[in-house]
């Protein structure tokens, strides 16, 4: 059984830093690539930041130099490293993994940025 357990959100002040941890059971970690999705009330998720299992890192261009997503396959967890908050960074983050053909997601984690 898949489950993806994040952790680490909170409140910060504008320009602080948080992060995020993301604990996964139940795949074979080392060759998934893991996803960083947020969401806002009322709009649709967006992929924030994923890792491939080859390290490979990608960005969502509004948090490019200011998030840093990486992995640690020996613990199974995905870290998303979030400095230079903004405001309009305030949502849920969830970790997401696709899996032999089936997507799996955590319950997320709450970021609030306060101006």
């Known amino acids: 059984q898949v489950r993806l357990v994040e952790s680490g959100g909170g409140l910060v002040q504008a320009g602080g830093s948080l992060r995020l941890s993301c604990q996964a059971s139940?795949?074979?970690?080392?060759?998934?690539?893991m996803n960083w999705y947020r969401q806002v009330p009322m709009k649709q998720r967006e992929l924030v930041a994923n890792?491939?299992?080859?390290?490979?890192?990608n960005y969502a261009d509004s948090v490019k130099s200011r998030f840093t997503v990486s992995r640690n396959n020996a613990w199974n967890t995905v870290n998303l490293q979030m400095d230079s908050l903004k405001p309009e960074d305030t949502a849920v983050y969830y970790c997401?993994?696709?899996?032999?053909?089936?997507?799996?997601w955590g319950r997320g984690t709450q970021v609030t940025v306060s101006s």
């Open positions: 890792i491939t299992s080859s390290g490979i890192t």
């Open positions: 139940g795949v074979n970690f080392k060759i998934a690539t």
């Open positions: 997401n993994v696709k899996y032999y053909a089936r997507e799996f």
